[in-house]
């Protein structure tokens, strides 16, 4: 995923920062909402919806793109322009498109493509959509190969393209004056992802200016299924890791709103005082947490 604070150069997978952060706990409890009956557990998305996402949101992004100059500026990627976006995902498609195909044990094995003309970029970009999904579709599951994550299987892959892909057709269409919220679902899902795999593995380390968060966080997704809290393991430090548990639980404090808002904000793509998110509690607690997080 895109880093905020990153010029067009940095490295989209983060190849010199790979290690493994301190595990998350997890626990995954059904919580029936006494009105309605409803089960308010993050409900994991299956292999095919995630694959019919990255398709669905891979040709929306080409087509928010070609819709727009490819040097007009992408605000939610600071000193990119759309051609440094649409090259940056032709980068992680073509990846992991790379690593599952060759089954490789070491991305050090991957030999990066050199980056055509603003021209055909689009077009390039294309046909690395269709050769990922390709693989995707073609491979299990359950295929062993190198990933980042502890998740060392194609599945991994597949949830991790179709989220990165989402997140960045919104950017595309935000650039383009044309933004649509991500799918409820997906957006849920993509909370899920980004809590229970990013925050620890790869986005573990706090920035440099980042305070301790100071308390426990509960988000809760008022469209679709999905609620979680997040306890920090040292409250005064900021590089603490994290406790997450997919539960209805109170924390210090709450966020609360679309899932495709939350996501969004979790990512910095939206403020939290856009006015689109509701909080109980602390809500500096709920800041500080966003903010904390290293996103490159």
């Known amino acids: 995923m895109r880093a905020l604070d990153a010029g067009p150069t940095a490295n989209f997978v ?25 089960v308010w557990q993050h409900r994991v998305m299956e292999r095919s919806e995630l694959l019919a996402a990255l398709e669905r949101e891979g040709i929306a992004f080409g087509d928010a793109c070609a819709a727009a100059s490819l040097d007009a500026p992408v605000e939610s990627c600071p000193g990119w322009t759309l051609a440094d976006l649409v090259w940056h995902l032709c980068r992680a498609h073509d990846f992991w498109r790379t690593v599952v195909a060759d089954r490789l044990a070491d991305w050090k094995a991957y030999t990066e493509p050199e980056r055509p003309a603003d021209g055909d970029l689009l077009a390039f970009y294309r046909n690395g959509l269709t050769a990922v999904h390709e693989v995707l579709t073609a491979t299990e599951s359950t295929i062993e190969i190198w990933t980042w994550s502890a998740d060392k299987t194609a599945g991994f892959v597949i949830r991790r393209l179709a989220h990165e892909t989402a997140v960045h057709r919104w950017d595309a269409e935000h650039a383009a004056g044309r933004s649509n919220e991500i799918e409820a679902e997906l957006a849920s899902d993509g909370i899920d992802e980004f809590l229970t795999n990013f925050l620890t593995h790869f986005l573990g380390d706090a920035r440099p200016e980042a305070e301790p968060v100071g308390g426990s966080v509960h988000i809760h997704c008022q469209d679709v299924a999905g609620e979680w809290t997040l306890r920090p393991v040292n409250t005064d430090a900021a590089d603490a890791g994290f406790d997450v548990t997919r539960e209805h639980a109170k924390g210090d404090c709450a966020i609360r709103g679309s899932a495709s808002d939350i996501l969004l904000a979790l990512w910095r793509r939206i403020p939290l005082t856009a006015g689109t998110l509701n909080f109980a509690g602390d809500q500096a607690i709920a800041e500080r947490f966003v903010a904390r997080t290293s996103l490159g």
């Open 14 to 38: 983060g190849l010199d920062r790979f290690r493994m952060f301190r595990p998350t706990k997890l626990r995954g409890l059904r919580h029936p909402n006494v009105a309605s009956g409803d």
